[in-house]
C-alpha cells in the first residue's frame, strides 16, 4: 500500500506554535488542525503532509487541496483566520462501497468543491425543512460552517439528534443516512470525503 506522505513531520507546526495550531482528530488517516492567527499573523515555516484546508471564518466554506510542501500560513486579512487542516496520512481504510452519491441523486443541495485522487470535497446546503434524500458517504471529515440543526435518519433505521455549533469538526466512519433539517436558518457544511 503506498503512503501519499510520512506519519511524522521534523517540522511539526502543533509543536512549533501550538498557541495557532491545535489538533481537533487524530487516528490512522488523518490529523485536523484548528488553525487560528491573528490579522497579519504568519505562522511558523513547517512541512506538512497533503491537506485540505476549510475556511471557517473569512470566506466560510471554501476549501482547497494542497500537496506537501514546506510552507508558512500568513493571513493577510484586517480580521482573524479560522481554518480546519485535513491531514492526509496514507490511503484511508476501505470503505463500504458507495452507491448512493448525494452529489448524484440531490445535485440541489450537493455540491462537489474539487475531486482529485485522494479526496472530494462536497458542500451541503439544506434549507429549514429540507430532506435530503436516503444517501452514502464513505469515510469523512465533515465541517460545519453554520449552526445547525437536524435529524439523521440512518440505514439500519436509527435516528440521531445532531445539533451542532459553526465552527465544529467531526469524524465519520462510512455512513448511510437521511437528513432533516429541523433549525430555523439554513445549514451549510463541509464534508471531505477520504478515497
Same mark, same amino acid.
Given at each position: #500500500? ?16 501550538? &498557541? ?21 499573523? $504568519?505562522?511558523? $515555516? =513547517? &512541512? =506538512? ?6 475556511? *471557517? ?6 476549501? &482547497?487541496?494542497?500537496?506537501?510542501? /514546506?510552507?508558512?500560513?500568513?493571513? !493577510? ?6 481554518? !480546519?487542516? *485535513?491531514?492526509? $496520512?496514507?490511503?484511508?481504510?476501505? &470503505? ?8 448524484? %441523486? ?5 455540491? +462537489? ?5 485522494? +479526496?472530494?470535497? %462536497?458542500?451541503? +446546503? ?18 460545519? *460552517? ?22 465544529? %469538526?467531526?469524524?465519520?466512519?462510512? #455512513? ?7 433549525? $430555523?436558518?439554513?445549514? /451549510?457544511?463541509?464534508? +471531505?470525503?477520504?478515497?
Amino acid at each position: #500500500m503506498l503512503l501519499l506522505c510520512a506519519p511524522v513531520f521534523a517540522q511539526d507546526p502543533v509543536e512549533l506554535n501550538p &498557541s495557532s495550531y491545535k489538533v481537533e482528530i487524530d487516528n490512522a488517516w488523518v490529523r485536523v488542525l484548528r488553525l487560528n492567527l491573528g490579522p497579519h499573523q $504568519k505562522g511558523p $515555516k =513547517h &512541512s =506538512h503532509p497533503p491537506e485540505v484546508l476549510v475556511w *471557517i471564518t473569512q470566506q466560510p466554506g471554501r476549501t &482547497s487541496y494542497r500537496p506537501a510542501a /514546506v510552507d508558512v500560513d500568513t493571513n !493577510a486579512s484586517d480580521t482573524p483566520l479560522e481554518q !480546519a487542516v *485535513i491531514e492526509l $496520512k496514507q490511503k484511508p481504510p476501505t &470503505s463500504t462501497r458507495v452507491g448512493l452519491d448525494p452529489v448524484v %441523486i440531490d445535485p440541489k443541495y450537493h455540491s +462537489v468543491l474539487f475531486d482529485n485522487p485522494y +479526496v472530494r470535497a %462536497i458542500r451541503t +446546503v439544506l434549507e429549514p425543512g429540507i430532506k435530503s434524500p436516503l444517501h452514502e458517504h464513505p469515510h469523512y471529515v465533515v465541517v460545519y *460552517i453554520t449552526e445547525l440543526h437536524t435529524t439523521m435518519k440512518l440505514g439500519d433505521g436509527r435516528e440521531v439528534d445532531n445539533p451542532r455549533r459553526a465552527g465544529e %469538526i467531526g469524524w465519520r466512519d462510512y #455512513m448511510k443516512h437521511e437528513t432533516l433539517n429541523i433549525g $430555523k436558518a439554513t445549514a /451549510v457544511e463541509i464534508q +471531505v470525503e477520504l478515497k
